[in-house]
Structure formats: C-alpha cells, structure tokens
C-alpha cells in the first residue's frame, strides 16, 4: 500500500530528495559551484519529467486519498515542468552576470517547483494548502533575491504582504467549506455537494461564502482582476529570470489548480461560481488589454499582457464544460511557449552589463540582430493573436468552448479586448523594424537562451501543424478532471 | 503558325521585360524587333493564303489552346478564330509593329530604359493580336484590356515629365468608361444568348431579332441595346466624339508609339469589333444609325479642330480621330468591307505620317510646335519626301491608297440614301477638304517658308538613321500600292470569296449600290481633296497674311475651335469638379469628420485614456492593493446575493 502510493507519488519524492541531496552539496561547497548546482537541478528537473510523463505508479489516488496522480496532473506537471527547466537553464549566466550567482537560487526554484507540483496534485483542500504555501514562499525569497536593491526588495515584500492576504482568504474560505460541509477531500465535498442539490434543499450560506473566498485565494494566485495588484509591481521589481518564472510554470500550476477546484470539488456549484468566473475573466481581459497600453517597460507590459492571456484562459473555464477545461489546457500550454520565449528576448536585453527594461531599448533591433528581431516579431504576433500562429489557436478554442456554453457577450468583449491588446504587442513589432536604431545589446546571450528562443519560436510557427496531438492530450487530461 | 504569331511576340515582351539588363540595350531590341518580324512575316503568309482564293468562299477555323472557365452553363476557352476578318488585322498589326520597333531602335537611341520600351511594345502587340484573333467576347476583352494597359504604360513612359502622366491617366480613365459599356455589353450578350463565343451568338442572333430585354420598368430592343453598349466600348477605345478627350493628350508618348497604338492599331479595335460582330448589329437600325451619325460628327468634329493646331502630332492625332469616323460611318451604312478597308489603308499612311513627323521631330531636336519649324525640306529632303507621300494618301489624291478607302466609304455613306447616310456623306465631304487642308499646312508650316527656328536647331537639322528611314519606306509602299491592290479583294469583284463569312454582307449590299452612285459622288472627294490642297498653298505660301486675317474675324469661332470644342473645360466642369468636390466632402466632412473622428481616432483616444486611468490604479501601496482585494471579495459576495436569492 506505502509502496503503491509512493510510486504515485514518486516525481515528487525524487524532486525533494533531490533538492535536499543538493541542497547539502551546496552548502558544503559553497557559491563557487552555483553553476553545477544549476546545471545539476536542470537534470533533476528532466528527471522528473521523465517520471511524471511515464506515470509510474499510475491513476489514483494516494496517501489517504490526500494526493492523486492522472492524465489531467501529469499534463499541468509537464507544462510546469518546461517552464521551470527552460527558466533554470537560462538562469545559469544570468544570475552570475547579475551579481546573484548563490547555490541557494536553483533550490528555491525547485522548491518552487515541488510546491507547484505538489498542489496540482492536490486531492484534498489541506494538502492544496500545503503545496501552494510550499511554492509561494520560495516565491516570496527568489523575488527578493536581488537583497541589495530596492527594488527587489520591495517586490519581494510587497508579494510576501499581499501573499499572505490572499493565503488568509483562502485559509478563510476552507475552514468555512470544511464548517457547513463537514470535509476537505476533494471526493467527499463533490458527493456531499452534490447530494445536497439532489434532494433541492437550500444551500447553505456558509459554502457559498466560503467558494468565493477560495476563489479569490486562487484568483490571487494567477493574477486575475481584480486580485492582480500585485502583478505589475511584482514584475517590474523583481530580477528578470524570476519574473520570466512568474509569468511562466506558477501560473500554469495555479491555473491548473484553480480548474481542478472548481471543476471537481465544486462541480456541483458550476451554477454558483460560472458568474464570478465570467465576471474575473471579463474583467482580467478589458484590465490587460487597456492598462498595458500605457506602459514603457517591458517588463510591466508583459505582466498585463499575463493578466490579460488569464483573462482569456479563464473565458475556458467560466463555460463550465468539458470542452471548456480542454480550451483552458490548450491554452495553457500555448501561454506557456510564448511566454517562455518573449522572456528569453527580455533576458537578452543587456547593454554594457546592465539590463535594460524600455520598450523603446528595443528599436532598430531589426537591424543589430534580426533573428532575435524576428523572433520577438513571431511571440507578438502570436500573442495578438494572428492566425496561423499558435496563439490565435488558443484563443480560438476558449472562444469556442464558450460559445458553445452560451457566453455569446464575454466572447464579443473577449475579442475587442484582443483587439486593443493587438495595438502594443504590435507597437513592440514596430518599434523594432521602424525606429531609428537605439544602441545595440549585448551579443553574449549565450547559447542556452538562444536556443530557447529558437525553440519556441519554430513552435509558436510550426505547431499549429501539430495541434492535434496536444489538443489529444488535453481531450485526455480534461476527461479525468470530469471523471470520464 | 498562328499561334506563333500571337506568341512570338509575348515571348519577346517577356525576355525584354525580364530579362532586359541581363541581355542589354541591344539584345532586347533584337529579341523583340526579331520576333516581330517573324510574326509579321507569318501573318503575311496566312494573309495570302486568304487573299488568293478564288474558288470558293475563305472559311474561318478555329485553334483550341486551353480551356479557360468552366462554371455551370458558362463554358469559356482561350481559342484563336482565324478568318479573313483576322487575317486582314494580322497583317495590319504584325507589320505596323515591325516597323515601329525597327524605327524605335533610332528613335529611342538616346534613351535610357530601351528594354523597358521595347517590351511594352511587344506586349502591346500581344495582346492586340489577342484583341484580333479572339475566339469569344471575353478573350476579346482581354486583349482589349491588354492594349489599354499598354497604352497607358507607354504614354506615360516618360513617367518623369507631369504632363506623360496625366496623358496616361486621362487616357486609362476615359478607357475606362467606354470599357463600362463594352463589359455590359457581354453580360448582356451572355444573358441573352447564353453564350460569349462569336459562333454562339452569330448562330443564335437570327433568333433574337426581336428580343427584348426588361430594363428601368420599360421593354427595350435587346438586340439594340446590347449593340448600342458595346458601341460605346469601341467609342471610347477608338476615340469618337465625347470619348475622344484622350487620344491627343496621349501624344505624350514617344512618337513610335503614336503611330504603333493611337495611330494604325488599337485606336482601329473599336472598328474591328463592330465589324467582328457584324451579325449581331445587323439586328439593330437604330445601333447601326447611331454608329453613323457618331461616326459623321467625330470626322467633321476632328478635322475642324486639326485646321488650329500647332503642335504637329496633335494635327495628326485629330486627323487619326476624324479618320476613324469615316470607318464607322462606313460601318454604321452596313458597308464593312469598307470600313476595313479604310482601316488598312489607313494604318499605313497614318503610321508613316507619324513616324515621319517622328524624324521632323527628331531633327528638330525634340520640338514638336510647328510655329518653330519651317524652310527644313532641303535638310531633310527623304523625310519630307515620305511626308507628302503620307499626306497624298490621306488626302485621298490617286493612285494613293487614300483615295480608294476613301472614296469607297462615302460612296457607301451616299449610297445609303438615309438620313444619317446623307449627313454622314455630307460631312465626310467637308471632312475630306479640311483634311486635305490642314495636311498641307502641316507640310507647308513645316517644310517651307522661312525658317522660325533658332539658328543652331535650324543649322543641326539632319536626315534620321537609315534604322528610322528603311521602316518608312515600307510603310510608304503600302501608303501608295495598298488601296489599289487590295481594292478588289476589300469591295471589288472577289469580296465574296475573300471575305467568306467574317463579315456580313450580300449580293444586293450596300457596296453594291456604291459602285453605282452617280459620277459626280466619285469625283466630288477628289475635287474637295484638291481645292483644300490648293487653297493651302494660298493661305500658307501665297498671301501668308490670310490665316491671321480670318483668325481676327472669327475670332470667337477659331476660339472654339482652337480650344477643342470646349470638350475638355465642359468635361472638367460636368464630371471632374464634381467629383473632386464629392471626393473632397466624403474624405474631409464623411471620412475625417464622422468615420475617423468617432470610429479609429476615437476609440483609440478613448482607449489611450482608459489605459492611463487603468495603469493610475496601480499606485505602489500595498494597503490599495489589498484594499482592492478586500473589495473585490466583497462586492463578488454582494454580487452573489443579489443575483441569487438564497
């Protein structure tokens, strides 16, 4: 039984007993091998992949049903994972070119990255606790990495504040479930939920208030309006790599979580919570598109347009439907690869050893380095939106799946919102073909960040050849989530 | 070897075009020029294959290459009819173009995008040899777009002088207009017959002689209209009167393509159009009519403009006008063969006339006014030569090939014995003084006199390259032997078996009848012919004196003739202002006032607004944020209860 369930559970254990091995190895060697240390967490991180995409202990739940591994977990798993292992290897020479080259930088990540791990494969409201607050808090330390500046600091502090904020809403928002329901596993709450409907009696007040208050905890975790405050400060201030590891697998693991909720345990309550979901969606797109106008950092930019991409993503989940979660993974997925890769430009934006952060930085890179040039010119348009890249094919599911579940008005408002949004991802595009040239970067990127780039741009041209196979995927993943 | 003909010269456009600065100045004009003389010398292979039959009637064949559309009923190939009709204009178009691209090799010495000339040229040539050789209305129409193309690339060839293009403009957007008919005419053929190719409609016309056709509420003749809007397509492309406003602003143009498109060629397709689709307007009386009045006013209207112009090739482009009026009045009486007949004859002495005037001009260091001119005859006494060769012809003095087109034509208009007959007669014969008229002012203003040129143009006068001359003296043989050679074949005794069945025409025609007008019908355009020749040599060598005078007494009169009949002022007033002013409003008061100022000016205004407001929320303290956080939670909670009653 211990044995089943460990195997379940196994990514996870290798990813901690991982994380101790180096932890000592660092300790003991010091911050001369950081970058072993890097390098080595890399590995540990494809390890883990492997293990969750070959599923060893196979669909179940495990340790007293506190945990459960399936096709939907092991699809977020591989997403969070890519995230954290492309941040994790172009963290290599940025943090020693940042002056933040300490051993203790790779474990927070992967500490962070068992958390995520850990509350996606959450089957309890106790254990989904336990994991978010693992992955936030190693959040909280890596923002604030950069201790000898302000402006770290203060996003570091300004995180952690509002963190705990929403972790107290959340905390808040369980004990009231577990008070009028009388459980926290995931299984128990949907069978008890739903046999309340069953027999139409009232719901009780207490559940109710308790579902918002979770999902306020959650909106908070994937920065959605009007939970996102946090976002733009948090970006702009914090190192790049971290906040290239924000937009990226923490998202993911908290949209992933935030489906699982709603769609298993609350499933019966979709009637309820559908309207705080269209509301927050609605809400996230009109904030990202219109606010991200205004801005000239790059960085800021980006943590509207993420607020304005978990706009989108949530359109998915506020349909309710099957064909909703499997919209909402696809875009997921999608989010990530262009994400992954416009903050790989970011990270190549150096001049003289320093980083810049000006969107205007950015002029005349057509001509200092056109592939760079044309890559970011491929992410932007894709995140507007333009047909055939492959985030036009995200939004066209989500649009999809929620047209087909009546949401005719979020869906028109969704595309005028990408329509705004397409004016300054574009204005990127043209800033950099058209301006009169600004100084160029730096050319010693290095190859990893460079080959990420690569990568993810010949996927955001090429995939959607190959959408298929992760719209299979998805089809897969969502059907564990509604049981099928 | 038909397709040969028409293919050649594409192939000589492409490599020109495509490949001119690989291949070099020399090399494109030896592609095309080549490939156009080989063309030319395969028309006139098939030409007299037609021309010696005698046995029985020519027949038209028909050469397959692709098939084009196919769309339900609407079945459309790319197909070559080759008949006499075809053939004549084969003939006419091959060998004009050779010459022109021989001569351009002279004329164009100097300047810098030869390969780009000549593949224009060559172009043209296609597709006016796709115009010809048609097999149905819409492939006609495609060569008829083709050479409206070409004019328009060719007389703005010298895109750097304003007024080239202009000229180019005018002429493309007047086009266009005659093109607007000519496109309702064969949805109206298609509509009615249910078919596009030529022997569709010529087979099922007979049956629809008394169609008609429900348009604005009221039944109209169909065959009439259909007739009268692809009338108004020849009109525009032939330069009659009211569409004509363009053709002597196209004089922009080098002169080679003067005398190769607004001279000899495409200005004729309007011509030969109504003669290919002769059986449909045999339908039409009233088609017809309208063809010869239209035809009568456009040659007295021309001619009369042609007696107070001073720029030389503008003389001979309102002359080429007034010439194509003869050929559709001749058309217009029923007497096709005539009409062709004239365009032949025509295209030879026009084409001379104008590259002549093309070496005058090219002597006189590109001066095209002929105030500046005169006394020049013994500096260049083979052009001069060849001009009055030219002029002869035109003015229809015998044996020259004027003289029997000419004749023949307004025999057939008096012979008609109609109304528009008569007045079509009646002006084709003051059309042919004037014309006689003002050829001999061209000549005498030109050639003679004392010079009023400055002295140092005067004294570098020179005879053009034997490239330029060796082309005019072609054209010049065919000026002089054409009209009484090929009289027997167009209207004489052998039309029948020439002619088959491209054209319509019968025993008891209209050609018939002209041959036995009185005799004083066929001495009168040669006695109007000399008295205008005569009585320029009095006005212009004699008692020099004379023009002023009569300018000062009709001085309102020369005024209206002098400024084209007030066409273009009218046109200006009636069409173009307006349509500024439209334009004007809808761009200022439609577009900017309304459309921009609520639609993309605004919303992106609003939307920059929003965006400043939205990123003012953000105000760095954390006690907003999670005030904000707080509130939402709240309101989502209201929210809640307000839209469920629990």
Same mark, same amino acid.
């Given at each position: ?25 660092? *300790? ?19 390890? %883990? ?118 972790? =107290? ?175 790989? $430009? ?32 491929? &992410? ?39 329509? *705004? ?64 | ?85 075809? %053939? ?128 604005? =509420? ?118 096709? =063969? ?17 590259? =002549? ?132 074949? &167009? ?46 040599? *009095? $006005? ?93 939670? *709240? ?12």
């Amino acid at each position: 039984m211990l044995y089943q369930d460990a195997l379940r559970l196994l990514p996870e254990l290798f990813l901690a007993g991982s994380i101790i091995v180096l932890l000592m190895y660092g *300790v003991f060697s010091g911050d001369s091998k950081t970058r072993s240390v890097v390098i080595l967490s890399f590995a540990t991180i494809v390890a %883990a992949a492997v293990l969750v995409w070959r599923m060893p202990g196979g669909e179940g739940v495990a340790f007293a049903e506190q945990f459960q591994s399936d096709t939907f977990t092991r699809y977020a798993k591989i997403l969070v994972l890519i995230g954290a292992g492309s941040c994790m290897i172009m963290s290599m020479r940025y943090i020693e070119r940042a002056n933040m080259a300490r051993f203790e930088f790779p474990i927070l990540f992967l500490f962070a990255t068992l958390g995520m791990m850990m509350m996606i494969s959450a089957n309890d409201l106790m254990s989904l606790y336990m994991g978010l607050e693992l992955q936030s808090l190693a959040l909280y330390v890596v923002a604030a990495f950069r201790r000898d500046t302000l402006r770290s600091t203060e996003a570091g502090l300004k995180y952690f504040v509002l963190g705990a904020l929403s972790s =107290g809403m959340l905390l808040y928002g369980i004990s009231l479930v577990y008070g009028f329901v009388g459980t926290t596993g995931f299984d128990q709450l949907n069978q008890v939920i739903a046999g309340l409907r069953g027999e139409g009696q009232p719901l009780p007040v207490g559940l109710v208030i308790g579902l918002v208050f979770v999902a306020a905890g959650l909106a908070f975790k994937v920065s959605a309006v009007p939970f996102h405050m946090w976002t733009p400060d948090v970006y702009e201030g914090a190192p790049t790599i971290v906040t290239a590891f924000f937009a990226t697998a923490p998202k993911i693991a908290a949209l992933a979580l935030f489906v699982r909720v709603m769609s298993e345990p609350f499933a019966a309550l979709t009637d309820q919570w559908q309207q705080i979901l269209v509301f927050v969606a609605l809400a996230s797109m009109i904030l990202g598109a219109f606010a991200a106008l205004s801005q000239s950092n790059i960085k800021r930019l980006m943590a509207y347009s993420s607020i304005g991409h978990v706009g989108y993503a949530l359109v998915g989940l506020a349909a309710g439907t099957q064909t909703g979660v499997e919209a909402v993974l696809v875009y997921m997925a999608i989010y990530l690869i262009m994400n992954i890769g416009t903050f790989a $430009c970011i990270l190549c934006m150096r001049r003289e050893g320093r980083m810049v952060e000006a969107i205007s930085d950015l002029a005349g890179l057509s001509k200092s380095q056109p592939m760079m040039a044309l890559a970011l010119c491929i &992410f932007m348009f894709s995140m507007a939106g333009i047909p055939p890249l492959l985030g036009f094919w995200g939004k066209w599911y989500v649009f999809a799946a929620a047209l087909d579940a009546g949401l005719t008005w979020l869906v028109i408002i969704g595309v005028l919102a990408s329509v *705004v949004g397409a004016f300054y991802y574009i204005r990127i595009i043209k800033i950099m073909y058209f301006d009169e040239a600004a100084e160029p970067f730096d050319k010693d990127t290095g190859a990893e960040t460079g080959f990420v780039i690569g990568l993810s741009a010949i996927a955001v041209v090429g995939l959607f050849v190959f959408l298929a196979p992760l719209e299979n995927a998805a089809k897969l993943a969502a059907s564990a989530v509604f049981g099928g | 070897m038909e397709t040969a003909i028409v293919f050649l010269p594409l192939f000589g456009a492409i490599i020109a075009g495509l490949f001119g600065r690989k291949i070099g100045d020399r090399g494109s004009q030896f592609v095309t020029a080549g490939s156009l003389v080989v063309s030319a010398v395969l028309s006139w292979i098939v030409f007299l294959s037609f021309a010696g039959a005698h046995d029985q009637p020519n027949q038209s064949t028909t050469i397959h290459l692709l098939s084009w559309i196919a769309s339900g009923d609407f079945q459309l190939d790319w197909a070559l009819r080759i008949d006499t009709l075809t %053939a004549v204009m084969l003939v006419v178009v091959t060998t004009v173009s050779a010459v022109v691209h021989i001569y351009s090799v002279g004329y164009m010495e100097d300047d810098p995008s030869k390969p780009r000339f000549m593949a224009y040229l060559s172009l043209f040539t296609f597709a006016m040899l796709m115009l010809v050789t048609a097999d149905n209305l819409v492939q006609m129409f495609f060569g008829w777009e083709g050479v409206g193309l070409c004019s328009y690339l060719l007389i703005g060839f010298w895109y750097h002088k304003p007024e080239a293009n202009a000229a180019a403009m005018k002429a493309f957007i007047v086009n266009r207009v005659g093109d607007f008919g000519f496109a309702l005419g064969i949805f109206g053929c298609f509509f009615l017959f249910g078919t596009v190719s030529f022997d569709g409609i010529f087979a099922a016309a007979p049956n629809f002689s008394d169609a008609t056709l429900l348009f604005l =509420g009221t039944e109209w003749h169909a065959p009439t209209i259909i007739c009268i809007l692809l009338f108004i397509g020849a009109m525009g492309k032939s330069a009659q009167i009211g569409l004509h406003t363009w053709l002597p602003d196209a004089m922009e143009g080098p002169t080679p393509v003067s005398a190769l498109i607004h001279a000899a060629t495409m200005v004729t397709a309007g011509v030969f159009m109504v003669a290919r689709l002769s059986p449909l307007f045999e339908l039409s009386d009233t088609a017809l009519t309208l063809v010869t009045y239209v035809g009568g006013m456009t040659a007295i209207f021309a001619a009369t403009i042609g007696l107070t112009q001073f720029d030389i090739k503008r003389v001979i482009a309102y002359s080429t006008c007034s010439q194509l009026g003869y050929m559709f009045f001749a058309l217009g009486v029923g007497a096709y =063969g005539a009409g062709i007949f004239h365009l032949m004859t025509h295209a030879f002495f026009k084409a001379l006339l104008f590259l =002549g005037a093309g070496c005058v001009i090219h002597a006189m260091h590109h001066e095209q006014d002929m105030r500046k001119m005169g006394g020049i005859w013994k500096k260049i006494p083979m052009t001069y030569a060849l001009m009055w060769i030219g002029s002869l012809a035109l003015a229809g003095i015998p044996p020259f090939a004027g003289y029997f087109s000419k004749d023949i034509v307004l025999e057939a208009a008096y012979a008609a014995h109609s109304g528009a007959g008569n007045f079509a007669f009646a002006m084709g014969i003051a059309a042919a003084f004037l014309t006689a008229f003002y050829s001999w002012r061209l000549l005498l203003m030109t050639f003679h006199g004392e010079t009023r040129a400055d002295m140092h143009t005067f004294d570098h006068a020179h005879e053009a390259p034997k490239v330029m001359m060796l082309p005019l003296i072609v054209l010049a043989l065919g000026a002089i032997g054409s009209g009484y050679i090929a009289y027997e074949w &167009f209207v004489g005794h052998d039309r029948f078996m020439f002619w088959g069945a491209s054209i319509v025409q019968s025993a008891d025609d209209i050609i018939e009848h002209a041959h036995h007008v009185p005799l004083w019908v066929k001495y009168l355009p040669l006695a109007v012919g000399l008295a205008g020749i005569a009585m320029a040599y *009095v $006005c212009y060598l004699l008692i020099p004196s004379i023009p002023g005078v009569i300018v000062k007494t009709f001085k309102e009169f020369h005024a209206f003739l002098f400024n084209k009949w007030y066409f273009d002022e009218l046109y200006d007033l009636i069409f173009v202002r307006p349509a500024k002013w439209l334009g004007h409003v809808f761009w200022k008061r439609g577009d900017g006032d309304i459309i921009d100022r609520f639609g993309p000016d605004g919303v992106s205004s609003l939307a920059a607004k929003i965006g400043r407001r939205a990123s003012a929320l953000q105000s760095g303290y954390v006690y907003h944020y999670a005030f904000a956080m707080m509130i939402g939670v *709240v309101a989502l909670i209201t929210w809640y209860f307000l839209g469920h009653s629990v």
